[in-house]
């Protein structure tokens, strides 16, 4: 019976989310833990408005998140308490919906700015290229007048040659309900990868000055908002602010809300100051609550009353939303949510993300499959993908020398799903769109030693390279970047990130755990009860830094020479890791520098290697 009912659920088509989106799949909730102050916190969204359309726990999209948001407020009338909205950046870059277009997010900021968010702040992502950074200046930060904070970023304004804040420093307010004064920040972590019309200001920096010093003294606060992107756990932005607010206001109850790894998490910093993390790309929408808020009045007391700090990770799709909104498909959509829906179904359209190149024979990963194995997407791209589209250009091009084609396993952003492969997939997987560049005529016995070096050291991020050249000129550069490579990818995320693949369906087999959909099992400050929905774990394995495809070619078909091997071949990367292959070949002893690498294959992407493969060799069936 159950299961009948099961069948007849997963094929109802959803009213809301884009038309291709699967239906969600019902599983045991968790209720939202609401109390006097409550938050509604996106991070890490990277584009992905539409939400995800092969995977039905989170196949929500943006104008869902905007009708939920509405009965959240409704509620929050209806029974006297306060709910803030907040995104924490990276909102661009990583998915076909912004990346496809041009210019680049010429759809997004308008269906963006439809969300009534509170607070709101920028991502590293938003500062990369000086176009993304005058559009937030442009765009983002009028649409959320007065509610983009950016108490450590300074933009330079060419139209009046100066640096200026990229907006408010701080925003104080107070709640609509229960007139709590709420004294907001809006941070980025100490970035340095950024273009040069924007400035990013240390922390460390940023909390002596006189604003901030000001702010955290005010007496006339009943909390402390500090939203940024930044990690809550373990970070020495967040650890500072902390300290630096303690010290001086000793019983105000503090809320963080993070973002950047990617991960959902929630930590205690002491008993009246928690922080919530909110995972990435629309999966997750975090909940979180502070209870025995001190409410406006002038009463300047010490606070005594003890505060109550909640969370849930609510998964983004539609079974799960109407749940906490108490509706159901007739009464969830607004008229607003609708129409951004329908926006974001047109924008898509416009943009031909629904092509399709090939339908995949199977499944492959990039987390959820060991390295190498014929389910790794590493494995698929190093032995077919990559050899054969780069053996072409060798022989028409490189007079068929040899090569080896290093690329970092970060380039890869999303697993491939079994069966159609989209322009919408080739972004997803590959959102970056540099190209390769080589080092013509190297030795290969130099050549095969930079894989093993690279791939030293901690498995996600290159830091193991940085670590063996203490005092080298170049490894304070290494350690900088690194390290923001490290906090993008930490090794420790591995055990939350879960890209979805399977449907599970109910009654098929008797452990009531193996009855669950796979997904998120957070484990955090306060407990395991976290994720909204009960899921059955998945497994994740760790990857190297970088993987390599070897081509090698023969030169001279007269002569058999299978054995031989050549003495010197083309050795291609892909641009990004440039600073590592060139410091990794200085370890070696080699007198190689960036002056010595050229553009390889015109400069051609990754992704758009990646897509004429699919297109040669992934025939669909009719
Ligand atoms: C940023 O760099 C470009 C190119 O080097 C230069 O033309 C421009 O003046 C710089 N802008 C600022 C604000 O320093
Ligand atoms: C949704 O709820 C409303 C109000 O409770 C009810 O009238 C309606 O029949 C329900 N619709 C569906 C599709 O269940
Ligand atoms: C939704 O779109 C319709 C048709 O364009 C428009 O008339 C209406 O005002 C929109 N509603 C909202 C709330 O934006
Ligand atoms: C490269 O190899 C191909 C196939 O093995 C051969 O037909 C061609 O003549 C070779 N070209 C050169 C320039 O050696």
């Known amino acids: ?42 991070t890490d969204v990277h584009g992905w408005l539409g939400g995800h359309l092969r995977e039905p726990q989170y196949s929500a999209d943006w104008g869902d998140y905007i009708s939920f948001a509405q009965h959240l407020r409704d509620k929050a009338d209806a029974d006297g308490t306060d709910i803030i909205i907040v995104d924490t950046g990276d909102r661009v870059e990583g998915n076909g919906i912004y990346d496809s277009s041009k210019p680049r997010g010429k759809y997004t900021f308008d269906i963006l700015k439809e969300q009534h968010i509170d607070v709101i702040c920028s991502g590293n992502h938003e500062l990369y290229k000086a176009r993304t950074a005058s559009d937030e200046f442009r765009k983002t930060v009028p649409d959320f007048k007065g509610h983009y904070l950016a108490s450590n970023i ?30 907001a920040f809006g941070f980025l972590f100490d970035f340095n990868g950024n273009a040069n019309n924007t400035v990013v200001q240390p922390v460390e920096e940023t909390i002596k000055e006189k604003w901030f010093q000001d702010a955290i003294r005010d007496r006339e606060v009943d909390l402390f908002l500090v939203t940024g992107h930044v990690p809550v756990r373990d970070s020495q932005e967040f650890s500072l602010i902390f300290k630096t607010i303690r010290a001086v206001q000793w019983d105000i109850p503090i809320q963080f809300l993070g973002g950047h790894t990617h991960i959902r998490d929630f930590t205690k910093y002491d008993s009246r100051a928690f922080g919530l993390e909110s995972g990435r790309y629309m999966e997750t929408i975090g909940f979180a609550s502070v ?9 300047v007391l010490p606070q005594v009353a003890k505060n109550k700090f909640a969370r849930r ?14 509706t159901n498909s007739s009464t969830f959509p607004t008229e607003l949510g609708r129409n951004v829906s329908e926006a974001i179904t047109s ?16 499944d492959y990963w990039t987390n959820r499959a060991p390295y190498p194995s014929r389910d790794s997407i590493f494995t698929w791209l190093e032995e077919s ?51 390769f560049r080589f080092i013509e005529n190297m030795p290969k016995e130099i050549a095969d030693r930079v894989l093993p070096l690279l791939n030293q050291g901690s498995p996600l991020g290159v830091n193991g390279l940085a670590a063996t050249l203490p005092g080298h000129p170049g490894a304070n550069l290494i350690q900088d970047i690194t390290a923001d490579a490290n906090r993008e990818y930490p090794i420790n995320a591995l055990q939350n990130r879960v890209p979805m693949g399977e449907i599970a369906v109910a009654g098929e087999n008797d452990d009531p755990k193996q009855d669950l959909p796979p997904g998120y099992t957070t484990k955090d400050d306060a407990g395991t009860d976290g994720d909204d929905t009960e899921h059955k774990p998945i497994e994740f394995f760790a990857v190297p830094n970088c993987f390599a495809a070897n081509v090698q070619l023969s030169k001279d078909n007269s002569k058999a020479q299978d054995d031989a091997q050549p003495e010197t071949i083309d050795f291609v990367y892909n641009e990004f890791i440039e600073p590592w292959i060139v410091l990794a070949l200085q370890y070696l002893g ?5 002056e010595d690498t050229a553009p390889y294959m015109e400069g051609k992407s990754f992704t758009s290697l990646m897509t004429n493969w699919v297109e040669e060799n992934w025939k669909c069936k009719d």
């Open 1 to 42: 019976m159950n299961n009948i009912l099961l069948v007849i659920t997963l094929a109802t088509t959803s009213l809301g989310a884009q038309p291709s989106a699967p239906s969600p799949i019902p599983a045991p909730l968790r209720e939202l833990p609401w109390g006097q102050l409550n938050f509604l916190h996106t």
């Open 154 to 183: 300074d933009y330079y304004n060419s139209d009046t040659q100066e640096f200026v804040p990229l907006a408010k420093r701080y925003r104080k307010f107070t709640t609509k309900n229960q007139g709590i004064r709420v004294m």
């Open 291 to 299: 209870s025995g808020v001190k409410s406006g009045g002038n009463e």
């Open 313 to 326: 990770y609510i998964d983004n799709n539609l079974f799960s939303l109407h749940h906490h909104s108490n």
């Open 347 to 362: 924008a898509r359209k416009s943009l031909k993300l629904d092509r399709v190149y090939g339908c995949a024979p199977q």
């Open 385 to 435: 993908a990559i050899p054969e589209q780069v053996s072409g250009y060798q022989m028409s091009e490189r007079n068929n020398n040899s090569a080896l084609v290093v690329v970092n396993t970060g380039a890869l952003r999303f697993d491939v799903f079994e069966g159609k492969f989209t322009r919408d997939d080739s972004y997803l997987v590959s959102p970056f769109t540099s190209g």
């Open 590 to 594: 080699q007198d190689y520098s960036s």
